[in-house]
Each structure stands twice: as C-alpha cells, then as structure tokens.
C-alpha cells in the first residue's frame, strides 16, 4: 500500500545531542510536510517542501533543519535538542495542494 | 490570520449514541476545511474535508460534517458511534501556500472523544 513511513517510531536522545528523524513515502507526492506536536496540543508546521524548495514557518527555531535528498526521503535534524523539543514529530506529504497524508509519527524523548 | 476553535476539550458518549464536534473558523475567505482523527500514539488520518459545493460533507467511517458560512462552522456529526472511535478529532483549515502549490494546516486545539460501553 501507498504510504508515509516514519522511522524509528520512538527514539531517545540526550540533552544537546543531534538526532535525525526520517519519513519516506511511496505517494510520489511533491510536497513533504514536518509538524512538531506536543502532548495535548494540536500539530504544528515546522517546515515543508516544494518539490527541492524548502519553506520554514517564521518561528520555526534555528536549531530544527531538514533535507530532502530526493522525492521519496525527507529528513527532520535536530541539532542540539532541549527538553522543550520533546514531542511527537509528524511528517505528511500532498500532491501539490491536495489533503495531506500522515505518517503514525516518531516520538522524541529527551534524557 | 486564520484560525480554528474546537470548544469541546473532551465529550463523552455512550456507544450507540449520536455525536456532534463543534467546530469554528475563522478565514477571511471561502476556507477549505478538514476534519482529521488521532488515536493514541498514531497520526492523523483524514475523514473528510470540504473545498466547495454541497456543504453537507461524507467521510469515512460513517461521519459527516456540514458548512454553514453564517455560523462559520463545520461541525462533524455521527448518527451511532461505536467503540472504535474513541480518538482525538481535529479541525483544520487549510491556507495556500507556496504560490498556491502547496497547503497550510491551522488546527484546532482537538477534542478528546470518550465512548462509554
């Protein structure tokens, strides 16, 4: 089945060590979304992609970053994570501007 | 700037029963709206959305919402809930972005929902 995939599902980082979270699709769809959610709270955009053309959200913090490397991968990279990036980080794709698919998320603990 | 309210942090209903997720906008245009469902531990998952037309809406799994742009709401509906969807709901308006190529999600806060056997 056609699919966002986000790996790992759950993962464990220290305080200010860099973490990479990874989302894949197999929709051949040209826009890639990143949401950061917190507990209790609603998504919220950190960043997308055009097709290569990368779009940050004006409050996105300096230290999330991310790459598309192709049209299937796109990547999340936190550089040095405070406890106050611990959440659920949600990636979803559309076609151009049609409803958005989501991956089930990759949960982000800090130590 | 857009915004979406969900009023209801937290519903509870017994199975078998009808529901209702309120839902206001607030969009200076003709919004395009959605309706997403979240169980624990998962992501969103659509079950309908309304760009235009009948503002009576079918999704899956049995749900409906309606537009009503005097109220400016789009509240779901549901005749008999089941078990099964016991889940958080969000309510989303979407905004172009990207030079009208892609779509931005402003979600409401989400409402909890409960289903009593």
């Known amino acids: 089945d056609a699919m966002v995939i986000q790996n790992p599902r759950y993962q464990v980082t220290q305080f200010g060590k860099p973490v990479t979270l990874s989302c894949s699709q197999t929709?051949?769809?040209?826009?890639m979304y990143w949401y950061q959610q917190k507990s209790s709270q609603a998504p919220k955009l950190l960043f997308h992609?055009?097709?290569?053309?990368?779009?940050n959200e004006a409050d996105t913090p300096d230290n999330f970053q991310s790459r598309r490397p192709n049209t299937s991968f796109c990547f999340l990279d936190i550089r040095s994570p405070g406890l106050g990036d611990a959440a659920m980080y949600l990636c979803a794709t559309s076609r151009y501007q049609q409803p958005q698919h989501f991956g089930d998320g990759t949960r982000l603990s800090i130590l | 700037a857009q915004s979406v309210t969900q009023p209801d942090i937290h519903i509870t209903v017994s199975e078998g029963a009808s529901l209702e997720l309120r839902c206001n906008y607030s969009?200076?245009?003709?919004?395009?709206l959605f309706w997403y469902v979240q169980s624990p531990g998962q992501g969103l998952q659509l079950l309908l959305k309304?760009?235009?037309?009948?503002?009576l809406v079918q999704g899956i799994k049995g749900f409906e919402a309606e537009f009503k742009r005097s109220q400016s709401s789009f509240n779901l509906r549901k005749p008999s809930v089941h078990w099964s969807d016991a889940a958080e709901y969000f309510c989303a308006v979407g905004l172009l972005i990207s030079s009208g190529s892609a779509r931005q999600l402003t979600f409401g806060s989400g409402t909890q929902l409960t289903v009593l056997p």
């Open positions: 929709l051949n769809h040209n826009v």
């Open positions: 969009y200076g245009a003709t919004p395009y």
């Open positions: 992609y055009y097709d290569k053309d990368f779009n």
């Open positions: 309304y760009f235009s037309g009948d503002t």
